[in-house]
């Protein structure tokens, strides 16, 4: 979603700034725009512009601002008004002395607005954040930072901010709620950014700031207050990932590079996690009689963490024999789950700062459960909400269609649900054992699937003129047909529906002529059969035939049109194998169309609004 960073220091400004938001482009934008205190008049300038960046970089070069080492800048994923230029933050108060940007939505601001209007303040744009600008004004008594202090008091919703004053044109103000924020502490200068890529090259030493907390940051300082105005003392993060792993390394894509990456996520994940025979998770902080004494669990999460979520059901309940329902974060809190201190969560986010899943976790610990998280970003606003952090640490992940998060997500439910099938005699030792030795192989046949990625990219090619997809799946891979679906239509825009195989016959079997085309799973499983038996109804209908089978399986060649082999593995663990396929079918029909594979159309990385 909305991105933003911003500048003090002794470097020409609208370089940082520009160069800090094409790294943050990954999050999804409409608009852009930046604002800066002019060096040699202390007044404020802005330029902003619809499209790409490349469009607000032209308009800089045909219009260039003056000298100036402070500003504020933004990518605006559209919420409240057009994606146009009017709208494009930053945003002026009346007399122009401040500049705002700002991530999140002010849920009270036609309340806000209706009375700044009735007290003289002119509002241009249709956006709910030029409240934030009006607001600061009325409150303006020649101290910026306690204007932002009591004009925010009034906003009801979620917000990061980042403002600029001309009356004090050596100061960066920045204050979130509920919308990540960081500080970026460099020699001489310092930055504030939404998320840590937009900064990695320029500085390691990060503050998170907390839900709660204003920064008044200056070139050599940064003072942290609570919206109370108790001065803390911030916590300085030195973060870990190298700014390589921002970089496409020689791919043509992120998403691309994220997937082969994947062998390399499962293997540190297994490294991390298993030793000899024993797993260890490490940052769960519950003891061995916390995790005995859960009688049912609750697994919450958005999108593709949603789908891991589905098969870690399966897993969990197939070694523990624990209860588990799976919600879309979306949906939890408005139906009344039933919730004890029996009950434990598990949210799941790649970033960690989904508005939804955030507000699932909320609802859940007010009716006394217990929260896991399973994450990948470092210090989010979700490790922070809960009581224990399973960190993926699959690297920055940068496509906007999750990948090598999503495996690392499902590679820590099996680590989880064999932990917890230890305390019940669901499996067997012998099969527990099993389990792990065979998930320690799963990293080596990734290899053996992406080989197969030019045969993947020709079946793509020949399909992609299917104006719709149904994936089918069973059992434990029913959820991975939900993400096939997902990941072909986010990032190439066809239809794409997944179901379970057997539902098939009481609705989607109706899409089915020569027009159709079905991806099948149909690895060896003991659904394999009736998988086939789904796979002739299909042909039966002149539908066209994608199927994802087992090494070694002639059978299915017979039913298919098109067959992509996957290593044969224990049932359980296919799901970790099937994602890549999938994954690079989907690739390779966006490639083929001409899409925008790392940054689809109306979709943000991070869904930091509700
Ligand atoms: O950061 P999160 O894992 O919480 O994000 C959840 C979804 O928004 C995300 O998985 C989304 O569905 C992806 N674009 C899927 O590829």
Redesign the pocket.
Same mark, same amino acid.
């Given at each position: 979603m909305c991105g933003i960073i911003g500048y003090i220091g002794s470097k020409q400004a609208i370089p940082v700034l520009l160069d800090g938001l094409k790294k943050l482009e990954y999050r999804g934008y409409d608009s852009s725009g930046v604002g800066i205190v002019c060096s040699s008049t202390h007044k404020l300038d802005l330029r902003k512009m619809h499209g790409k960046i490349h469009n607000l970089e032209k308009l800089i070069k045909d219009k260039p601002v003056g000298q100036s080492s402070v500003g504020i800048s933004h990518t605006r994923w559209a919420t409240h008004g057009a994606p146009n230029k009017v709208n494009a933050h930053p945003h002026f108060d009346c007399s122009k002395k401040i500049l705002v940007v700002h991530n999140g939505i002010i849920e009270n601001y036609e309340d806000l607005k209706r009375t700044l209007i009735q007290k003289g303040h002119k509002f241009v744009s249709e956006t709910d954040t030029e409240v934030i600008s009006h607001l600061i004004e009325q409150n303006y008594n020649g101290d910026i930072f306690e204007a932002v202090k009591k004009g925010i008091r009034h906003l009801r919703g979620a917000f990061a901010l980042g403002v600029i004053c001309s009356d004090d044109p050596e100061k960066l103000v920045a204050a979130r709620v509920g919308s990540p924020l960081i500080v970026g502490i460099g020699n001489g200068e310092n930055f504030i950014a939404s998320d840590v890529p937009a900064i990695i090259d320029k500085t390691k030493k990060i503050i998170y700031l907390k839900d709660g907390e204003i920064a008044t940051i200056t070139r050599q300082e940064v003072l942290v207050h609570t919206f109370a105005g108790k001065q803390v003392k911030p916590k300085v993060n030195i973060v870990k990932f190298d700014v390589d792993a921002v970089k496409k390394q020689g791919y043509a894509h992120f998403m691309l590079k994220e997937i082969h990456e994947q062998p390399e996520v499962l293997a540190k994940i297994i490294k991390e996690r298993i030793h000899g025979n024993r797993i260890s998770l490490d940052g769960l902080k519950l003891t061995e009689k916390q995790l005995k004494a859960f009688k049912n669990i609750y697994i919450v999460?958005? @999108? $593709? #963490?949603y789908h891991a979520g589905l098969v870690g059901k399966y897993v969990i309940e197939k070694l523990a024999s624990i209860p588990v329902s799976v919600d879309a974060a979306s949906e939890f809190r408005y139906r009344d789950p039933i919730i004890d201190n029996k009950t434990l969560i598990i949210a799941? =986010?790649? =970033? @960690? +700062? $989904?508005a939804d $899943?955030l507000a699932a976790v909320r609802e859940a610990r007010s009716k006394g459960a217990k929260i896991i998280s399973i994450c990948n970003v470092v210090g989010s606003s979700l490790s922070r909400d809960s009581d224990g952090i399973l960190y993926t640490h699959a690297g920055p992940e940068i496509g !906007? #269609? *999750?990948t090598k998060?999503y495996i690392a997500q499902i590679a820590m439910l099996y680590l989880l649900a064999l932990k917890l099938s230890s305390h019940t005699d669901k499996i067997s030792e012998r099969a527990r054992l099993e389990i792990i030795k065979e998930l320690k192989t799963i990293p080596s046949l990734y290899k053996d699937i992406l080989k197969t990625k030019g045969l993947i990219s020709k079946i793509a090619k020949k399909n992609s003129h299917f104006g719709c997809f149904l994936f089918l799946g069973r059992n434990i891979n029913y959820p991975s047909a939900l993400e096939g679906a &997902? %990941?072909l239509k +986010?990032i190439s825009y066809i239809p794409a529906e997944g179901y379970a195989a057997g539902e098939m016959k009481h609705g989607p079997i109706a899409l089915i002529d020569e027009y159709r085309a079905v991806v099948c799973i149909a690895v060896q499983s003991p659904t394999y059969e009736k998988m086939i038996s789904n796979i002739q109804e299909i042909r039966a209908r002149k539908g066209k035939i994608i199927a994802i089978a087992t090494q070694g399986d002639q059978t299915i060649k017979k039913h298919s049109n098109h067959v992509v082999y996957v290593p044969r593995t224990l049932d359980l663990l296919t799901p970790l194998l099937v994602a890549l396929p999938l994954q690079l079918f989907a690739y390779y029909v966006s490639v083929g169309l001409g899409c925008d594979v790392d940054q689809p159309r109306n &979709?943000a %990385? *991070? !869904?930091t609004v509700e």
């Amino acid at each position: 979603m909305c991105g933003i960073i911003g500048y003090i220091g002794s470097k020409q400004a609208i370089p940082v700034l520009l160069d800090g938001l094409k790294k943050l482009e990954y999050r999804g934008y409409d608009s852009s725009g930046v604002g800066i205190v002019c060096s040699s008049t202390h007044k404020l300038d802005l330029r902003k512009m619809h499209g790409k960046i490349h469009n607000l970089e032209k308009l800089i070069k045909d219009k260039p601002v003056g000298q100036s080492s402070v500003g504020i800048s933004h990518t605006r994923w559209a919420t409240h008004g057009a994606p146009n230029k009017v709208n494009a933050h930053p945003h002026f108060d009346c007399s122009k002395k401040i500049l705002v940007v700002h991530n999140g939505i002010i849920e009270n601001y036609e309340d806000l607005k209706r009375t700044l209007i009735q007290k003289g303040h002119k509002f241009v744009s249709e956006t709910d954040t030029e409240v934030i600008s009006h607001l600061i004004e009325q409150n303006y008594n020649g101290d910026i930072f306690e204007a932002v202090k009591k004009g925010i008091r009034h906003l009801r919703g979620a917000f990061a901010l980042g403002v600029i004053c001309s009356d004090d044109p050596e100061k960066l103000v920045a204050a979130r709620v509920g919308s990540p924020l960081i500080v970026g502490i460099g020699n001489g200068e310092n930055f504030i950014a939404s998320d840590v890529p937009a900064i990695i090259d320029k500085t390691k030493k990060i503050i998170y700031l907390k839900d709660g907390e204003i920064a008044t940051i200056t070139r050599q300082e940064v003072l942290v207050h609570t919206f109370a105005g108790k001065q803390v003392k911030p916590k300085v993060n030195i973060v870990k990932f190298d700014v390589d792993a921002v970089k496409k390394q020689g791919y043509a894509h992120f998403m691309l590079k994220e997937i082969h990456e994947q062998p390399e996520v499962l293997a540190k994940i297994i490294k991390e996690r298993i030793h000899g025979n024993r797993i260890s998770l490490d940052g769960l902080k519950l003891t061995e009689k916390q995790l005995k004494a859960f009688k049912n669990i609750y697994i919450v999460a958005c @999108g $593709t #963490a949603y789908h891991a979520g589905l098969v870690g059901k399966y897993v969990i309940e197939k070694l523990a024999s624990i209860p588990v329902s799976v919600d879309a974060a979306s949906e939890f809190r408005y139906r009344d789950p039933i919730i004890d201190n029996k009950t434990l969560i598990i949210a799941i =986010s790649q =970033s @960690g +700062e $989904t508005a939804d $899943t955030l507000a699932a976790v909320r609802e859940a610990r007010s009716k006394g459960a217990k929260i896991i998280s399973i994450c990948n970003v470092v210090g989010s606003s979700l490790s922070r909400d809960s009581d224990g952090i399973l960190y993926t640490h699959a690297g920055p992940e940068i496509g !906007v #269609a *999750s990948t090598k998060a999503y495996i690392a997500q499902i590679a820590m439910l099996y680590l989880l649900a064999l932990k917890l099938s230890s305390h019940t005699d669901k499996i067997s030792e012998r099969a527990r054992l099993e389990i792990i030795k065979e998930l320690k192989t799963i990293p080596s046949l990734y290899k053996d699937i992406l080989k197969t990625k030019g045969l993947i990219s020709k079946i793509a090619k020949k399909n992609s003129h299917f104006g719709c997809f149904l994936f089918l799946g069973r059992n434990i891979n029913y959820p991975s047909a939900l993400e096939g679906a &997902l %990941k072909l239509k +986010e990032i190439s825009y066809i239809p794409a529906e997944g179901y379970a195989a057997g539902e098939m016959k009481h609705g989607p079997i109706a899409l089915i002529d020569e027009y159709r085309a079905v991806v099948c799973i149909a690895v060896q499983s003991p659904t394999y059969e009736k998988m086939i038996s789904n796979i002739q109804e299909i042909r039966a209908r002149k539908g066209k035939i994608i199927a994802i089978a087992t090494q070694g399986d002639q059978t299915i060649k017979k039913h298919s049109n098109h067959v992509v082999y996957v290593p044969r593995t224990l049932d359980l663990l296919t799901p970790l194998l099937v994602a890549l396929p999938l994954q690079l079918f989907a690739y390779y029909v966006s490639v083929g169309l001409g899409c925008d594979v790392d940054q689809p159309r109306n &979709l943000a %990385k *991070s !869904v930091t609004v509700e």
